[in-house]
């Protein structure tokens, strides 16, 4: 079975800011996909990265960037210069390459953007 | 591409009424799944299909609940009867079997009283 812990309820920063939500997983898989999902006010799901468990480079994708730690089973997720509109519920997941379908996803953290 | 369309946005109903759910994929995409998120629990994984058929079912609560696809572009979540723990938000999403990227819909809202 696999587990996915966030372990900050709740974040909030100034805009412009960095700012760093952590997650760390449990699988007995070798390999595996995970992801960070924003859920805003709106409520629809939005994939913002992903970082395949093969690959050793630190996936990024405009401000958002990952730190890997395979070994550590660690997935923390850096935001750069954040705006207002990074409010959001974060979740992080993973979803494994072989067998079943089934994404596991994280409790989530739900971060802030102050002006 | 419109994207998953989940109907309705919201739904308001009486302990022991029948809900329906509805979710249209993503034309293409050949696997369909149905998760359920509220406060307690986060988001779960209550069912998913491959090609129309139903792979895993183990995140089902109950009896009450039941999920048919019975097409490609059409899949329904059914809980008769609903009882006020099942007020949650119900997502649908889908995927190509290609790729590891769910796209989910928009959600649909459930409040029973």
């Known amino acids: 079975a696999q587990t996915v812990t966030q372990s900050q309820p709740e974040m909030s920063v100034q805009e412009a800011e960095t700012v760093t939500l952590s997650c760390t997983y449990d699988t007995s898989e070798n390999n595996y996909y995970l992801f960070w999902y924003k859920q805003p006010p709106s409520r629809q799901m939005i994939l913002v990265i992903r970082q395949e468990a093969y690959k050793q480079q630190n996936a990024t994708e405009n401000r958002f960037s990952v730190n890997f730690q395979k070994a550590a089973k660690s997935f923390s997720l850096k935001i750069s210069d954040s705006q207002l509109g990074d409010t959001a519920m974060y979740f992080c997941?993973?979803?494994?390459?072989?067998?079943?379908?089934?994404?596991?996803f994280g409790q989530g953290t739900r971060l802030t953007i102050n002006p | 591409d419109a994207g998953v369309i989940q109907s309705p946005r919201h739904e308001v109903t009486e302990m022991g009424q029948e809900v329906t759910l509805r979710c249209k994929p993503i034309?293409?995409?050949?696997?369909l799944f149905w998760y359920r998120q509220t406060m307690m629990r986060g988001l779960e994984l209550l069912i998913y299909?491959?090609?129309?058929?139903?792979?895993?079912d183990s995140g089902m609560p109950e009896d009450r609940f039941s999920a048919k696809m019975p097409n490609a572009s059409f899949s329904t979540l059914k809980i008769q009867p609903s009882e006020p723990r099942d007020s949650a938000v119900y997502f649908c999403?889908?995927?190509?079997?290609?790729?590891?990227?769910?796209?989910f819909g928009p959600g649909t809202r459930l409040t029973v009283t």
């Open positions: 299909f491959n090609n129309n058929v139903p792979i895993d």
């Open positions: 997941a993973l979803l494994p390459i072989q067998g079943a379908q089934k994404l596991v």
């Open positions: 034309s293409g995409h050949d696997y």
């Open positions: 999403a889908s995927k190509s079997g290609e790729t590891y990227e769910q796209y």
